[in-house]
């Protein structure tokens, strides 16, 4: 079975504190993703339910579990449902006035459709490729509030 372990980064024009509360304030909205919170007051505390679907021509849906968060340097996920399952891990570390963002993906495609579509799809370039749409989502959304 297909395994993925994916980290995409980047270098964001702002101290942590202010990406942080870019990303609390709902900053991947920019995406074109669907989130839909399932359990808890928002995405980002412990135990939270999301929904994420992903848009295209075969739209991705699959379910994320907040199980730990430090405020300003990271935010970690299982994903517990839908297409993958595995973990995500967000991590913010300030550079010289900026932060470097980076996301940490490991997951295997859950169900049948998943593992059929993993042998056909290069799913790692997929992943980075959204990735790519959200740090300039996060960055557009810092850009836009000029709070740096």
């Known amino acids: ?3 993925f372990d994916v980290l995409d ?3 964001i024009n702002a101290k942590p504190d202010i990406v942080y509360k870019a990303i609390l304030s709902g900053a991947f909205r920019g995406t074109g993703a669907d989130f839909k919170l399932l359990e ?3 995405s980002y505390q412990l135990g939270a339910l999301t929904e994420i679907t992903l848009p295209g021509r075969f739209p991705v849906k699959f379910t994320i579990k907040t199980v730990e968060i430090k405020e300003n340097e990271l935010w970690r996920t299982q ?3 839908g297409a993958f399952r595995g973990e995500g891990l967000w991590r913010l570390e300030p550079i010289d006035g900026n932060t470097k963002v980076s996301y940490h993906w490991r ?3 859950s169900g049948l459709l998943s593992r059929f579509l993993a042998t056909f799809i290069n799913i790692p370039k997929h992943h980075s490729a959204t990735m790519k749409k959200a740090f ?3 960055n557009d ?3 836009k509030q000029d709070v740096k």
Do not use: H
């Open 9 to 11: 980064e980047v270098i």
């Open 79 to 81: 994903y517990v449902g």
């Open 136 to 138: 300039a989502s996060l």
């Open 1 to 3: 079975m297909a395994k």
């Open 40 to 42: 808890g007051s928002n």
């Open 141 to 143: 959304y810092i850009n």
């Open 107 to 109: 997951a295997r495609p």
